[in-house]
């Protein structure tokens, strides 16, 4: 891949990874609420799931999505039910939890499936797809290239977010302000099914 198609890459990755968004704002929030280390399954659930859904877009399964609307809205669907559900739970939620305690959890797993009803995390992949890999006679070179790349920027931003949650703990610890945290990002989540929808 040329220097100037890998740097452009970056910035893509760069400029979309670290913008708010529902990992980003999920990452915060569960360190926010139950420290870094408990935040971690779902910081390396991001990066897993990206590669996936990168992985499949270029088999193919990204034009499948393209080409049936139904399969479209779908993923739509279930991306902002899921959202709104999250937003419900965090909303309600004003004590810290301890790491394994009760309160807002998302597991390796769901973290990963999370991917696949992300509208944000999809606009990315076919972004990278359509940009860098489809149709090149070096595609597979090329996907060998972009895979480390949206694993490392998914895991930093998701990671630095993390760490700037858990840097708020003890001061959401005091009086209400957790509770208010909680519903401020309760509400990002809400703005971001609002844009999943009007996308």
């Known amino acids: ?47 897993f799931g990206w590669c996936l859904l990168l992985l499949l877009t270029s088999a193919g399964v990204g034009a499948l999505v393209l080409a049936v609307p139904a399969l479209r809205w779908a ?20 004590q810290l939890a301890q790491a394994g305690g009760n309160g807002l959890a998302v597991p390796f797993w769901q973290g990963v499936g999370l991917q696949f009803v992300n509208i944000k995390a999809w606009l ?18 090329r996907l060998t290239v972009a895979l480390p790349v949206m694993a490392f920027f998914a895991l930093s931003s998701n990671l630095l977010y993390a760490c700037v949650g858990a840097l708020l703990r003890g001061w959401l610890a005091q009086g209400q302000r957790l509770l208010w945290f909680n519903r ?4 990002l989540l809400v703005l971001t099914a609002a844009w999943m929808l009007a996308a």
């Open 1 to 47: 891949m040329p220097l100037v198609e890998f740097t452009a890459l970056l910035v893509l990755a760069a400029a979309m990874s670290f913008s708010p968004g529902p990992n980003t704002t999920l990452a915060a929030t569960l360190a926010a609420n139950h420290g870094l280390r408990p935040s971690l399954r779902f910081v390396c659930a991001v990066p």
């Open 184 to 187: 401020l990002m309760a509400l």
């Open 124 to 141: 990315l992949m076919f972004a990278v797809v359509a940009g860098w890999i489809a149709g090149r006679p070096d595609a597979w070179q």
């Open 75 to 94: 993923i739509k669907a279930l991306g902002i039910g899921y959202l709104l559900w999250l937003a419900l739970r965090l909303s309600r939620t004003g």
